[in-house]
């Protein structure tokens, strides 16, 4: 019975590398998942997973007119600023919450099929970059009527942008859902930072605002202000500066490599934590 069980847990693939590499190829089961987990959040509504757009929408353009007065901005040019900021830190906190719940929420499925783990990382970013593509439906709207000046060239640099947010957000699905499925206060602790980072990042107020040592801390050494700016800044007409990209890229690197030693290591035991 025992041999069984073990047999159940065992991954389809020997190493973290081929599940990271096999999992990437099945492009077909994690992009239905992902499409798939999409459709049912709205099932049985109108305009689907629009609602979500709508709720942005509300959000952005009453907290806009607030903060307008707040930061002594102009409306057509905050209002943009705070709306690509949000599409951006939407997709952001999104999937660090729902990586905390990864693993933890289909233990059941780890004990009746095998299949790569990293399947559920790929499918929990590939929605969560959906609903993002949603949210772009605000800001081209509000764009039009209020900055449609900001359009050009630089507007194609969001590809690269919201390709790395899809690169990290994989290592850090894969880090987060294995961590809280281990140590469940993690995701208590994770979700009360990502709270706080939500005000202490520039997203509803102007970068501008801080200077001296505070601006050092709560932007230049803010690596979720870089995730944000690598996409806000071309959606408001500008290129993103050097020093966004420069810390991305460490991110990446130490974020992965941390991944692939942790995967590595102790995916195997997945099933068992479950």
């Known amino acids: 019975m025992k041999d069984d069980a073990i047999a159940v847990a065992t991954p389809l693939v020997r190493t973290g590398t081929q599940d990271l590499l096999c999992g ?5 089961l994690w992009g239905r998942l ?4 999409v459709k049912r959040r709205y099932r049985r509504t ?3 997973p629009f609602w979500s757009s709508i709720s942005l929408a509300l959000f952005v353009v009453t907290l806009g007119v607030v903060g307008a007065g707040l930061w002594n901005q102009n409306l057509a040019e905050y209002l943009p600023y705070l709306t690509s900021g949000m599409v951006v830190w939407v997709m952001i906190s999104t999937t660090i919450s729902e990586a ?10 780890f004990r ?13 970013v590939w929605r969560n970059f959906i609903v993002l593509l949603h949210h772009l439906a605000v800001y081209a709207v509000l764009v039009l ?23 990290n957000g994989v290592w850090l699905s894969l880090l987060l859902g294995m961590s809280c499925l281990r ?7 994770t979700m009360s930072v ?8 520039p997203i509803f107020w102007p970068i501008d605002q801080l200077q001296g040592t505070s601006r050092m801390v709560f932007v230049q050494l803010n690596p979720l202000h870089h995730f944000v700016q690598i996409v806000r800044a071309p959606l408001l007409g500008n290129v993103p500066d050097l020093e966004n990209y420069v810390v991305i890229l460490l991110v990446t690197v130490i974020g992965w490599a941390l991944t692939f030693v942790i995967f590595g290591r102790f995916r195997r035991r997945i099933a068992y934590w479950s």
Do not use: K
Request: charged share 10%; hydrophobic share 60%; net charge negative.
């Open 183 to 189: 140590f469940r206060d993690i995701q208590q602790v």
């Open 100 to 109: 905390c719940m990864l693993y933890v929420s289909t233990g059941n499925l």
């Open 145 to 167: 009527l209020l900055a449609p000046h900001v359009i050009g060239l630089p507007l194609l640099l969001i590809v690269p942008g919201m390709a790395l947010l899809m690169i």
């Open 34 to 37: 992902g499409w798939l987990e």
């Open 194 to 201: 990502v709270q706080v980072a939500m005000f202490v990042t």
């Open 24 to 28: 990437l190829a099945r492009v077909d």
């Open 46 to 48: 109108a305009i689907g």
């Open 112 to 124: 009746h099929m095998q299949f790569d783990f990293s399947l559920l990382a790929y499918a929990l």
